[in-house]
């Protein structure tokens, strides 16, 4: 455990930030696993409709920090490629 005041709160501010990164990185799988779903059906309205929402979440994610931005790039590429698949 640190002693000094300002390590102690910097720790604080941690644990709230890794708990708060934790739900958004959970919620962005829920969504790509929307997705999938969707597209797995052959549903094309309920997977573009899925799609917009996952794109628009890790557009938030990264630009807040929670992912890296070509991380999202990446995950949205790989989203679409597969919505898309599914429609093919």
Same mark, same amino acid.
């Given at each position: 455990? +640190?002693?000094? $005041? ?15 990164? $934790?739900?958004?990185?959970?919620? &962005? ?8 779903? +969707? ?11 899925? &799609? ?5 979440? &890790? ?19 790989? &989203? ?5 698949? +599914?429609?093919?």
């Amino acid at each position: 455990m +640190a002693n000094i $005041k300002s390590q102690i709160k910097r720790n604080r501010q941690n644990e709230t930030a890794r708990v708060r990164n $934790k739900s958004v990185r959970t919620a &962005l799988k829920t969504d790509a696993k929307k997705v999938r779903g +969707a597209a797995a059906d052959g549903d094309q309205q309920a997977s573009d409709e899925a &799609l917009r929402h996952a794109a628009r979440q &890790l557009d938030k994610a990264a630009s807040k920090g929670v992912i890296h931005k070509r991380t999202a790039a990446r995950r949205k590429a790989r &989203l679409a490629h597969a919505a898309t698949q +599914a429609s093919a």
